[in-house]
């Protein structure tokens, strides 16, 4: 028997092909993980985050007692080949009260490979920005509204004159806080714990 080699084009739709199984495969690992998440465990993950964030960013503490609403995910798990994508969950606080949960997902394209984790926090300035966000049903950052990504380094402070948005992410790794991180795209969606 003769096998016909493969060609160019035949080879890039292999690749291709396998490269989108392989993103598919993560992203349901990472969300099949993600569904053993009691809502104990979210809340206990979101006190330990944010004791790390007062800790570690100087007017942390002062800048959220004047939010309308913090929704923090302690656990983003992102990873790709080639396609990649990102899961978490986490808890919507206001007035330091858990009173909801929620998941967030997206996907990426383009050159990446690997696995990591982050910690993200979206502060509600306004409570206009945290209603319209409530309300939603699968609210998605840069369509449904633009959230300005704040980073300064680790023992840096947090110059509230300055911020003026009504939505502010932070975004840590083990290092600190993150650079060069976009959540645009991302979406948000409540769900039942």
């Given at each position: 028997m ?14 291709f ?15 099949s ?80 490979l ?19 966000f ?6 998605k ?8 990504l ?44």
């Open positions: 003769r096998f016909k080699q493969v060609g160019v084009r035949e080879r890039k739709l292999i690749i092909s396998l490269t989108i199984f392989m993103a598919l495969h993560i992203i349901i690992f990472l969300s993980e993600s569904y053993a998440v009691t809502a104990r465990e979210i809340n206990v993950g979101v006190d330990v985050t944010l004791k790390n964030f007062y800790k570690n960013v100087k007017g942390a503490k002062e800048y959220l007692k004047t939010a309308k609403g913090v929704l923090v995910f302690p656990s983003v798990y992102k990873a790709g080949f080639g396609i990649g994508g990102e899961y978490g969950e986490g808890a919507l606080q206001i007035g330091g009260k858990t009173v909801e949960y929620y998941s967030t997902i997206a996907g990426s394209f383009g050159f990446q690997g696995a990591q984790k982050k910690t993200l926090i979206l502060v509600f300035t306004q409570k206009e920005a945290l209603k319209v409530r309300e939603s049903n699968g609210w950052a840069g369509v449904d509204g633009s959230v300005a704040i980073t300064v380094g680790i023992g840096g402070s947090i110059d509230t004159t300055n911020i003026k948005d009504p939505i502010v992410a932070f975004a840590f790794d083990q290092k600190g806080l993150m650079y060069n991180l976009t959540i645009e795209g991302s979406k948000f969606s409540k769900i039942k714990k």
